[in-house]
């Protein structure tokens, strides 16, 4: 498995970020999230699911397997990485649900998750709640989600139950990629990606006490 590493060991704590479900770990959004972190103080650690990871040697560009066979995959990444302190897991959209199904299931060798606009359901059905496991997770979790996300609103959320152990931090009219709307907040994606850097940061160090 190859790994993507951003930062040093001598960080205070590891991230490591799946991508969402049609785009890879190097992406401009992944990439300006990540220095964002480094400069905080967390290495970031990403890595590839096998389907996409196909696509850089030529292979078809085929939706993702079934979410079980993520688990096991994201579980591989957990084993291969060689962390010297704290980890955490987490990962953008389909890569934040897939660290959250596996959270408790993994709890002895991590310290939180952090979810990057969560897809509590498919867009425009939101009767598809993907939200079952939140209701019990105790491993601590951080979800940074836009107010206008179509993949969960802060309308819709109030509405779930979620374990006590979730922390929401929202950004004003932020779509799934966390993006506003200039017009209506006078801010921008980097705006917003910088304060979901400062949200994670905090958020890490009060994991670690």
Known sequence: MDFLISGDETARAT???????????DTDWMNTLSKGLVDRGVRVVRFEFGYMAARRTGGPKRPPPDVTL??????????????????????????GRVASMIAESVRDHVSGVVCLGYPFHPQGKPEKLRTAHLADLKVPTLIAQGT?????TNEEVAGYTLSDAITIHWLEDGDHDLKPRKTVTGKTLDDHLSETCNAISDWIGKQLG
Request: proline share 7%; hydrophobic share 45%.
């Open 148 to 152: 206008r996300d179509p993949f969960g």
């Open 15 to 25: 991230l490591l970020l799946a991508h969402g479900s049609g785009a890879p770990m």
């Open 70 to 95: 993520l688990c096991d995959e994201y579980r591989a990444a957990i084993t291969a990485l060689e962390s010297a302190g704290p980890l955490f897991i987490g990962g953008k959209s389909m890569g």
